[in-house]
């Protein structure tokens, strides 16, 4: 599986940013939980969100709660993270993952696959 993440860039604190992942590969994308993690500059990376793949589950971080919301198109074999009122403790690269399994985790070891990652800057 290879994914490819897009829609990072610069915006002001409050502003909304929409991420997306695209999949491709021998497989089946909707046989993937897929999830969001970040990683800020000097820090681990941490989970954001994740989806099981047929939308029943999600997850997210307590830090993004009610502000991002995750989202899969199986059909188009794309994942989103839709990002509102973004706040300059967001900046980092997000990067997307892919779990051979149909059931949500928050820690990094549970995914198999790893996007390049796209960088979100929030200007205060």
């Known amino acids: 599986v290879q994914l490819v993440e897009s829609g990072g860039g610069l915006v002001q604190a409050g502003g909304s940013l929409r991420l997306s992942c695209a999949a491709s590969?021998?497989?089946?994308?909707?046989?993937?939980?897929m999830g969001w993690f970040r990683q800020a500059p000097g820090k681990e990376r941490e989970f954001v969100a994740a989806?099981?793949?047929?939308?029943?589950?999600?997850d997210y971080a307590d830090s993004v709660k009610g502000r991002f919301t995750i989202s899969r198109d199986n059909a188009k074999n794309t994942v989103y993270l839709q990002m509102n009122s973004l706040k300059p403790e967001d900046t980092a690269i997000y990067y997307c993952?892919?779990?051979?399994?149909?059931?949500?985790?928050?820690?990094?070891?549970?995914?198999?696959?790893w996007g390049q990652g796209t960088l979100v800057t929030v200007s205060s």
């Open positions: 590969g021998r497989t089946l994308f909707s046989n993937y939980a």
């Open positions: 993952a892919a779990r051979s399994s149909t059931y949500v985790r928050s820690w990094s070891g549970a995914y198999d696959y």
């Open positions: 989806v099981s793949w047929g939308l029943s589950t999600t």
